[in-house]
């Protein structure tokens, strides 16, 4: 067996302190419902776990005209704030599309931020995976791979981003704050995930001993009309296949400003400021949206048993936009 060492912080110094003493095998502990899943099938091995639940980051608030969002609110409680279900629909929407009830209620923005893939390669430890160890190979690569990713592989990983709600937040511009050992900073949503390349173990920009504090939400003219669409292989508590989270700003029957993001094919939360290009300045009708779901789609690598994957995001994204836009 073993040993791990575990302490709870008492404030932000004090969890800095301790992460940032074992900064190689120290990992913090919110909800746990992804770090101790794959502890329990040893994917993942910290020595230390420092538990931040005490440290005051469970508030939402206004800030801004947008929203602050503490890195410890749990996942249903994001759900169910008025505020977001007024300005943010489509992350409401794409937080009740995930997991199971129960783990709503435990799971944390922070750790779904931080959520590792569900490649079955990946969490089978007697596999090769450069995600899990790098060099070793990637076994999904000629294995069953119909549920990985089409968008933003490499010769080295196609697993997935898991997370409904990253895919959520990708469409409305959020920004994730972390603080540190070098203090504080500021990172754009669509910059913190990383593409696999060549070094499919570095998946979030994120540097050791740093610690996710909140997320904000700027006000905007696109977000209150927003949806998030899921599809998958059961009605509930099972990973997208594909989904669509979209935004559009509609001025009469115009496409004034759009947001597009895809989950379930994407290495990461796939913003596609193509299918955007598309659509901003056209009409709001199913032949825009045909021509902004094959932009989006337009770099998609399917594998040997996902080519599927192609055409039915396809199919989500343009049935998103409809529904958006009171189409559909």
Request: net charge positive; aromatic share 4%.
């Amino acid at each position: 067996m073993r040993p791990i060492d575990y302490v709870a912080a008492q404030d932000m110094k004090g969890a800095l302190e301790k992460l940032g003493s074992r900064p190689t095998d120290a990992v913090p502990i919110g909800g746990g419902t992804n770090l101790v899943d794959l502890m329990k099938i040893h994917v993942q091995n910290p020595a230390l776990l420092v538990d931040i639940n005490a440290l005051p980051l469970s508030q939402i608030e206004e800030a801004d005209g947008g929203l602050r969002i503490g890195a410890l609110v749990r996942n249903s409680d994001l759900a169910n704030h008025p505020l977001v279900r007024q300005r943010y629909p489509v992350l409401s929407e794409a937080l009740l599309a995930g997991a199971s009830p129960q783990l709503r209620n435990l799971a944390t923005v922070g750790g779904n931020i931080l959520q590792k893939t569900r490649c079955s390669y990946f969490r089978d430890v007697s596999q090769p995976c450069n995600k899990r160890e790098p060099g070793s190979g990637c076994a999904a690569l000629q294995g069953f791979n119909r549920m990985h990713a089409v968008l933003g592989t490499s010769d080295k990983c196609i697993a997935t981003n898991p997370s409904d709600m990253n895919v959520a937040l990708a469409v409305l511009d959020a920004t994730v704050h972390v603080t540190g050992p070098k203090g504080d900073r500021k990172i754009a949503f669509g910059d913190f995930h990383l593409v696999p390349g060549a070094h499919p173990e570095r998946e979030t920009v994120l540097q050791p001993g740093e610690l996710i504090t909140h997320v904000t939400l700027p006000a905007s003219g696109f977000a209150a009309n927003s949806h998030y669409l899921k599809v998958r292989d059961r009605a509930s508590y099972a990973f997208a296949l594909t989904s669509a989270a979209v935004a559009l700003e509609l001025e009469g029957k115009t496409v004034k400003s759009a947001r597009v993001a895809l989950g379930g094919v994407g290495t990461k939360p796939w913003r596609s400021p193509e299918a955007e290009k598309a659509l901003i300045g056209q009409p709001a009708d199913e032949v825009r949206f045909k021509a902004a779901a094959a932009a989006a789609l337009k770099g998609a690598k399917p594998q040997k048993h996902n080519g599927f994957k192609v055409e039915l995001a396809r199919r989500t994204l343009i049935r998103a936009l409809s529904q958006a836009a009171g189409l559909a």
